[in-house]
């Protein structure tokens, strides 16, 4: 079963804005991480962030982590048409779990 | 510095047919994985393997089989293709089992059955 809900499931915004895509959880995890598909390719890791982190930043992008919430976002700023692409939130539990859970996806279209 | 590859790329079978997905990674990751991504459903895990010889059931594994005989190659095998395995398949490795570096994916095999 899905472990991570994306929200929204799309999002359509101009070239130079900030965009942002929140994920949300339902058990304990490890990490959280976050990928990015351009369509019709596999999919490339962005960024994780371990439960005992609340923000991390790579670059233009910025994840917060707020487990009490079990809740993430995902903030891209200064958005170019180049970060179009189906962005994915996946958790991975704690124990003899071994596996990235993923969510459905937002999909982000930056219009130039 | 190929990564994870992924063969074929796209494949029509009938039903009732069979046929293997390879992966293949050079990273000398221990860790490999099968999703399946269908539209609205997200990536969902079909096998997985924590080490060369091993291997596990993952959320969807009816009607596939999976080997790892060696640690660079990960197979998936369909016995006999249904129509509700139509669907993109990819392979994913990792170094670890806290996915620490994140899983680096094949570009897919796009799979469609008649």
């Known amino acids: 079963s899905q472990q991570g809900e994306e929200d929204p499931q799309a999002l359509s915004i101009q070239e130079g804005e900030n965009a942002t895509m929140n994920c949300s959880y339902k058990t304990s995890i490890n990490n959280l991480q976050w990928y990015r598909q351009n369509s019709g390719r596999g999919l490339v890791h962005l960024i994780l962030?371990?439960?005992?982190?609340r923000e991390k930043h790579s670059g233009r992008l910025r994840v917060t982590l707020d487990t009490s919430k079990k809740s993430s976002s995902l903030l891209i700023t200064a958005s170019r048409a180049a970060d179009t692409a189906s962005y994915f939130c996946a958790t991975l539990s704690g124990g003899s779990n071994y596996k990235l859970t993923f969510g459905k996806g937002t999909l982000l279209t930056v219009n130039p | 510095n190929a990564g994870v590859t992924q063969t074929p790329k796209f494949r029509v079978l009938k039903t009732g047919q069979s046929m293997t997905l390879l992966c293949a990674q050079d990273?000398?990751?221990?860790?490999m994985y099968w999703y399946r991504q269908d539209p609205g459903m997200g990536l969902r895990l079909i096998h997985y393997?924590?080490?060369?010889?091993?291997?596990a059931k993952g959320e969807v594994p009816d009607g596939y089989n999976v080997s790892r005989l060696k640690k660079q190659n990960f197979l998936l095998g369909l016995e006999s293709a249904a129509p509700s395995q139509t669907s993109v398949y990819f392979c994913?490795?990792?170094?670890?089992?806290?996915?620490?570096?994140?899983?680096?994916f094949g570009s897919g095999t796009r799979l469609t059955v008649v």
């Open positions: 994913a490795s990792s170094d670890g089992w806290t996915g620490a570096d994140g899983y680096t």
């Open positions: 393997s924590v080490g060369e010889g091993t291997t």
């Open positions: 962030i371990r439960s005992n982190e």
């Open positions: 990273m000398n990751h221990e860790y």
